[in-house]
Structure formats: C-alpha cells, structure tokens
C-alpha cells in the first residue's frame, strides 16, 4: 500500500510567523487531503487537492503528484491554527484513506 | 456542505459492558462510512470499511466480534464495542465518502473504560 510521510512532526511558532508542512507520498494517488484536527478532535477538511494549488484565506495548499509531495502553507499564523494536522492519500482503486502521522502546530501569542 | 453527525461525544463504561457509537451522514447519502480508532498523539488508524447493506470489511488485526459494525441504512453506521476493556478505551471517528472526492469526518467518541 501507499506510504505517507508527513514532516516536521512538530512545529512551534510566534503568532503572525508563517510556515510550510510538508507530505510525501510513495505512489501515485488519486485522492490528497489536508486536514486540521483542533484540540477536541474534530477533523476539519482543508483541502481536497489531488494536483495544482487552491487557496482560502491565509491556507494554501500545492500538490505536485508527478513528484509525490503536498505542501500546506500557513500564512499570519494565529492561536486558533494550533492543532495537528494531518494530510491523507488514496490509492488508486481503493476507497481507503492512508494518513500521515501528522504535524503538531503550536502558535504562541 | 456535508455533515457527518457522531455520537455520544464521550463516554464512560464499565469493563464487561458493550457501548454503541453511531455516525450519521446529515444531508447526504453514504453508501461507505469508515471507522477509525486514534490513541493519545497518534495518527489514525483503520479500523473497517462499512457499506450499506452488507458486511463490513475489518482491516488486518481487528477484531470483528468485538468491534461489530452496522450499516443499516444510507445515513447510519453504527460500531459496538462489546465486553470493553480498559485497552479499547480510545478515541474513535467515523467518516463518510461525500461524493466529491473527500470525506467528511465525524466529530469522534472519547470511549473510556473502567
């Protein structure tokens, strides 16, 4: 099956500071998701992005499926974009998400 | 936008008793609803794959008969986790297949066991 590999497992920032997270798949997918998982474990979808780049907000995302990476770019980060969050991929043919093992945000006031 | 519905949010149980979680698709219809389970700082893990109408499909080293899965209709699933014990308390999510690509998660189930 797919491996995904999510990276840097922890980040800690000051409020305003901007950031990347990064995944890594080992296949090509046909399904890349970004999600935040907020202190009380609600997963949020971020994005649904299996190629190209989307934005809301101060959230962007960009896949490169050719060469199997995701990026997720926090802009002006806030409090509030504390959590973890994860990026999930699907197979080809496969109904079943493969998750990464997340990065911890931490954004200090 | 699509909206999945799980609950309760938290429960505590006693060891030997079984507790009933149920996930529900609000405004649409799920022919596939997932169950996770996710330890403290872990990612989440798989646990089967639920389709309307049928058996669902368990993945490697989980135990169907004590983690029974129901999906009676296209907007219920429902996981039982019977005789619990300490070492199922976790907390576990349901997610749904919404139709465009993504999935919608539910909001998950703090099961602790006593």
């Known amino acids: 099956g797919i491996q995904v590999e999510q990276s840097p497992p922890d980040l800690i920032l000051q409020e305003g500071a901007n950031s990347t997270l990064r995944c890594n798949f080992s296949?090509?997918?046909?399904?890349l998701q970004w999600f935040h998982q907020n202190p009380w474990g609600q997963l949020i979808n971020l994005f649904y992005i299996p190629s190209g780049t989307k934005q809301n907000g101060r959230l962007s995302a960009t896949t490169v499926a050719t060469e199997r990476y995701s990026l997720l770019y926090i802009s002006s980060s806030q409090t509030t974009d504390s959590g973890v969050y994860f990026c999930a991929a699907r197979e080809g043919g496969s109904e079943k998400l493969v998750f990464g093992k997340g990065t911890k945000l931490t954004v200090n006031p | 936008g699509a909206v999945v519905s799980q609950h309760p949010s938290w429960v505590i149980c006693k060891s030997g008793t079984s507790v009933k979680i149920e996930c529900r698709s609000l405004d649409f219809q799920a022919t596939t609803m997932f169950w996770y389970r996710q330890f403290p700082k872990q990612s989440l893990m798989l646990m089967a794959t639920?389709?309307?109408?049928?058996?669902?499909?368990?993945e490697q080293g989980v135990e169907k008969d004590k983690f029974l899965i129901n999906h009676a209709s296209l907007t219920l699933s429902t996981l039982t986790v019977t005789s619990a014990h300490p070492e199922d308390s976790s907390f576990y999510i349901c997610?749904?297949?919404?139709?465009?690509?993504?999935?919608?998660f539910g909001s998950g189930t703090r099961l602790t066991v006593v």
């Open positions: 296949d090509s997918v046909n399904n």
């Open positions: 639920s389709n309307e109408g049928s058996k669902a499909t368990y």
């Open positions: 997610s749904a297949s919404a139709g465009f690509g993504g999935y919608t």
